[in-house]
């Protein structure tokens, strides 16, 4: 027996990237705690860090490769699995041309850093236009508002939570999910603290959720309405002369454009669709002008609807106008020592829009990837640049993305599937082989993107707990091995010394930093609170911000024409308004095979409102269809009063009942997927983002 041993190390889960000490022994676990000297996260954690050692040990993790054949799966060689990859790439792309080679990269590619560093090269490698990642389903439209307002699409505004005097929460719920777009680890505390310090939280949600719970005050809102009620408060605040310029009023373009424009929405207009009280609403806009530092955070809820677009850009712009943005308590820029966005200034790759359109649903671009609303569609329709092989790399896109089932339909009609991931589950099963990899405890760990978005500017790096076996590979090993059987050029790099090489060529910190630095102080250097940086850090030509793009000003035409239409609407065969929704104890949909996470009481059930209930004669517990244009679900009904009447709720991520997977406790508590519900073709027409806020259902005893 070896002595116990402690590690330090950040969590890679989710984005809060809490610092965790580890206590262990050869290779048990002893104890997952927060760690209290962490520059950012002093010791906070949730449920699910505890949960790393069941993936560890989890067995039924893969850990070599894994080909499908008439017998069922086989195992294979790494080397015959990756020229057997490389040879099927290269065929195909013979046949069909370059772009019938589809991929699809996950949530979890954020979160390793082997996938960011290697995962470019690999898909230049393959030089497909057919990229899809769950991006699509998530933050696209805050990237679309950055590009078109600062020039760049990861210019994030971040809230300083921790100086703000107000704090206005749409469509998030970091009380569960630790925030997002907005690294900030034990975020539940640092809301109590703006009340202690006098300050106020307000939340803007369709169910009063856990951060409802901390707040001062929770608003019902009809889903989808938020870019009316963001209107309206800006209406608000230019009505009552309470806008501010600041150090920025050199620097913004369209001043008077967005006055004009605001002028048609005031809060009586939109009261009735909003679901919010003309009182209210006036009210809200008030008191956000007038605190002394005020910051407005719209999350998922907001950006998956069918107006993302308008609401991630509405909520910079009721920042700005308000004098919050770039400013101290309001919404600040970051500078982390590997400034991704900062290098651009060398790469010149901020971002880009339109360049080209889908080829069946003719879908904008954006920054190289078209929405993955339309994947399974490039996968059936015959013709030109047909995806005919698919590659997905970290990511369910059969449980995370909308209309599931069509998606699944797709994938079974491919010639070729690889997919590069730790489990045999809901996606990777239609594979023809399965590249597994390491992960959480086995792998190194620099947040590349996280520490991007993150209310302090930190860095750290966790190094490997558990030496993976002789026989696994790390994602960027297999990457790095298809690309030089792609490219026919070997990358002499190992992720570590890549590494070492952005420290070197980042800009901000002095004295550079350096891998072999940051092993020194495991946990994290800290180089304070986040600082103004406009107009310097922007990328747009004139280095001004631009408050009313023509795509945005466009684009409300949509909207005002939703407006006529909710007002004649009265949708009598689906009544309800279908939300999501997320749970401590989950993430998205693959840590589902932890027995500590799932146990207890079953989670995946529909919320629905008591007078619904009543209505419909239906009783906590019971078992109800939910149907939708798309599919049908069955699943037990929680009743309550925490939702908005007329929208219920289901988690997403669920839907583990599915033949031919190995994930045996996630079968077990299988549950229904949300995304048998939701429809690929309802999207933000104007960033090509899914809209699975608000799909309609009716719901039967
Ligand atoms: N209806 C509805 N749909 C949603 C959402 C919603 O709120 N409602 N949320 C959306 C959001 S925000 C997101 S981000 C997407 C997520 O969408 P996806 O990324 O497609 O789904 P995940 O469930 O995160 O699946 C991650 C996959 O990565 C694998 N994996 C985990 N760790 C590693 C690793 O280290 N290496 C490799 N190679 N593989 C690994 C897991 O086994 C799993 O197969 O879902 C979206 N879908
Ligand atoms: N425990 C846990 N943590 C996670 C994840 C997880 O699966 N589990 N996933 C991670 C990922 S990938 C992400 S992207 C983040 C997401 O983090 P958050 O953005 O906090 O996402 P959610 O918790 O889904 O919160 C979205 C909120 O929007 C509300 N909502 C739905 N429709 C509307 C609408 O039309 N208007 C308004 N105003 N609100 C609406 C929902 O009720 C919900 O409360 O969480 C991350 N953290
Ligand atoms: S909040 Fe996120 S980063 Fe922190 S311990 Fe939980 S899953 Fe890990
Ligand atoms: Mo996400």
């Not at 009265?570 to 009544?575: E, G, H, L, M, V």
């Given at each position: 027996m070896e002595a116990i041993n402690t590690h330090y190390r950040t969590c890679n889960?989710?984005?809060?990237?809490c610092g965790l000490e580890i206590t262990y022994q050869d290779k048990s676990i002893i104890s997952i705690k927060g760690d209290k000297k962490d520059a950012l996260s002093k010791g906070h954690i949730c449920p699910k860090a505890v949960a790393l050692q069941d993936l560890y040990h989890d067995k039924d993790r893969l850990k070599t490769p894994i080909k499908r054949t008439e017998n069922g799966w086989v195992d294979i060689s790494w080397e015959d699995a990756f020229d057997e990859v490389a040879a099927h790439i290269k065929s195909i792309q013979k046949k069909y041309?370059?772009?019938?080679i589809g991929s699809y990269r996950g949530n979890p590619t954020v979160h390793n850093v082997g996938l960011m560093l290697f995962g470019a090269p690999f898909m230049q490698s393959i030089g497909s236009n057919q990229k899809y990642t769950a991006t699509s389903v998530d933050q696209l439209p805050h990237h679309f508002a950055s590009l078109m307002m600062f020039g760049h699409y990861l210019m994030f505004p971040i809230p300083d939570i921790d100086r703000t005097d107000f704090m206005l929460i749409m469509g998030g719920n970091p009380a569960v999910s630790n925030g997002s777009i907005m690294t900030a680890p034990d975020f539940a505390n640092r809301l109590k603290a703006i009340k202690q310090r006098g300050g106020k939280v307000v939340v803007v949600d369709p169910r009063f959720t856990e951060t409802s719970k901390i707040a001062n005050k929770h608003h019902f809102i009809k889903p989808g309405a938020d870019a009316f009620l963001l209107l309206a408060l800006i209406h608000v605040v230019f009505d009552k002369d309470l806008t501010k310029q600041g150090h920025l009023q050199d620097h913004l373009n369209s001043w008077n454009t967005i006055k004009e424009l605001v002028k048609d929405y005031p809060p009586e207009k939109v009261a009735k669709i909003v679901g919010i009280d003309t009182e209210e609403i006036t009210a809200l806009a008030l008191q956000f002008a007038s605190a002394k530092t005020a910051v407005c955070y719209g999350r998922l809820g907001l950006s998956t609807q069918e107006f993302g677009g308008l609401c991630q850009w509405l909520v910079n712009v009721l920042n700005c106008v308000t004098g919050n943005l770039d400013a101290e308590g309001g919404a600040l820029f970051t500078k982390p020592a590997i400034d991704i966005v900062g290098m651009s200034k060398m790469t010149g790759k901020t971002g880009s829009f339109n360049k080209r359109r889908s080829r069946v649903h003719n879908l904008p671009e954006f920054t190289g990837e078209f929405p993955v609303a339309t994947l399974a569609d490039e996968i059936l329709t015959s013709g030109?640049?047909?995806?005919k092989m698919m590659i997905t790399i970290a990511g369910n896109p059969v449980l995370s993305t909308p209309n599931g089932k069509h998606l699944e339909e797709a994938l079974e009609s491919l010639e070729y599937m690889v997919a590069i991931d730790i489990y045999l589950n809901e996606t990777t099963k239609h594979a023809n082989i399965i590249l597994p990899t390491t992960t959480g405890l086995e792998t190194p760990l620099y947040d590349l993107v996280f520490h991007q978005f993150a209310i302090r500017n930190t860095a750290k790096y966790s190094e490997v707990l558990f030496k993976k076996t002789d026989e696994q590979r790390h994602d960027w090993e297999i990457l790095k091995a298809l690309t030089t059987r792609l490219s026919g050029q070997e990358n002499p790099l190992n992720l570590e010394q890549t590494l070492d090489y952005m420290l070197q060529f980042s800009t901000c910190q002095e004295p550079k930093l350096s891998v072999a630095e940051l092993k020194k102080h495991p946990h994290g250097l800290d180089y304070g609170a986040l600082k103004s940086q406009l107009p310097e850090r922007l990328f747009t030509e004139d280095k001004k911000i631009e408050l009313a793009h023509p795509l945005f000003i466009k684009d409300l035409e949509r909207l005002n024409a939703k407006f006529n239409q909710i007002e004649k609407?009265?949708?009598?065969?689906?009544?309800f308004a279908l939300i999501g929704r997320r749970h401590l104890r989950s993430n998205n949909s693959w840590m589902h095979n932890s027995e500590r996470l799932v146990k207890g009481k079953e989670r995946c059930t529909l919320i629905m409102h008591s007078n619904d209930a009543k209505a419909l004669n239906i009783n906590e517990g019971e078992n109800v269809t939910v149907t939708s244009t798309v599919g049908q679900v069955k699943l037990p009904v929680e009743v309550t009063e925490n939702i908005m009447p007329g929208v219920v709720s289901i988690p997403h991520?669920?839907?583990?009942?599915?033949?031919?997977?190995?994930?045996a406790v996630a079968q077990d508590n299988a549950g229904v997927s949300l995304n048998d519900l939701t429809n690929n073709m309802q999207l933000d027409v104007l960033t090509g983002n899914a809209d699975f806020s608000g799909t309609k259902v009716k719901i039967e005893a």
């Open positions: 889960l989710c984005e809060a990237m041309g370059k772009n019938a030109e640049d047909q995806i609407e009265s949708n009598t065969s689906y009544p991520g669920w839907g583990h009942h599915r033949k031919g997977t190995k994930i």
